[in-house]
T-cell receptor, first 111, second 115 residues
């Protein structure tokens, strides 16, 4: 089983739609969780951290379910500019500082 | 500078040549990471530095790959005797290793093409 798994998509949605991505992780001791965004031929950039209580940033909502070991990202009122690949990132606990990146979920928002 | 800087941004080389890729992390960031990303693929971890030491080199694909970091700052990734399968974007990231907030900041990458 891969350490971090994501549905590669692509998710093809119209402008204004609500779309949700899930990510599952295998290491139950994982400590920190993030969503990154990667535009085509660009570097990944932090979108938002994911907290146990869930957190929201504008149109974006991230949630963590430790019992089921998954993270979700909800995007409301999709914009054309949201088209990108969304990477789930899980950081371990303990002495390791090497995060694990999922392969990403591709989102295409069309007019 | 304000962000992670990588050079060159593009490198075209002939098979068998050596190449050196450079990364300037964000000032004060303890941790530095190198990744490889082939076209259409996910990030592949190569090596991680904490200060000038590399506690984890497990991702280096072969002994043709090596990396060093000096002054807890600049890092270079060297690929010897390049092969066509080395063609990829090489990304560098740095982090301040705050507890519970290991946020990585990426450079724009070096796009390596081996002919």
């Amino acid at each position: 089983r891969k350490e971090v798994e994501q549905d590669p998509g692509p998710f093809n949605v119209p402008e204004g739609a609500t779309v949700a991505f899930n990510c599952t992780y295998s290491n139950s001791a994982s400590q920190s969780f993030f969503w990154y965004r990667q535009d085509c031929r660009k570097e990944p950039k932090l979108l938002m951290s994911v907290y146990s209580s869930g957190n929201e940033d504008g149109r974006f909502t991230a949630q963590l379910n430790r019992a089921s070991q998954y993270i979700s990202l909800l995007i409301r009122d999709s914009k054309l500019s949201d088209s990108a690949t969304y990477l789930c990132v899980v950081s371990p606990s303990g002495g390791s500082y090497i995060p694990t990146f999922g392969r990403g979920t591709s989102l295409i928002v069309h007019p | 500078g304000a962000g992670v800087s990588q050079s060159p941004s593009n490198k075209v080389t002939e098979k068998g040549k050596d190449v050196e890729l450079r990364c300037d992390p964000i000032s004060g960031h303890t941790a530095l990471y190198w990744y490889r990303q082939r076209l259409g693929q996910g990030l592949e971890f190569l090596i991680y530095f904490q200060g000038n030491s590399a506690p984890d080199k497990s991702g280096l694909p072969s002994d043709r790959f090596s990396a060093e970091r000096t002054g807890e700052s600049v890092s270079t990734l060297t690929i010897q005797r390049t092969q066509q399968e080395d063609s990829a974007v090489y990304l560098c990231a740095s982090s301040s290793l705050q507890v519970g907030k290991n946020i990585q900041y990426f450079g724009a990458g070096t796009r390596l093409s081996v002919l």
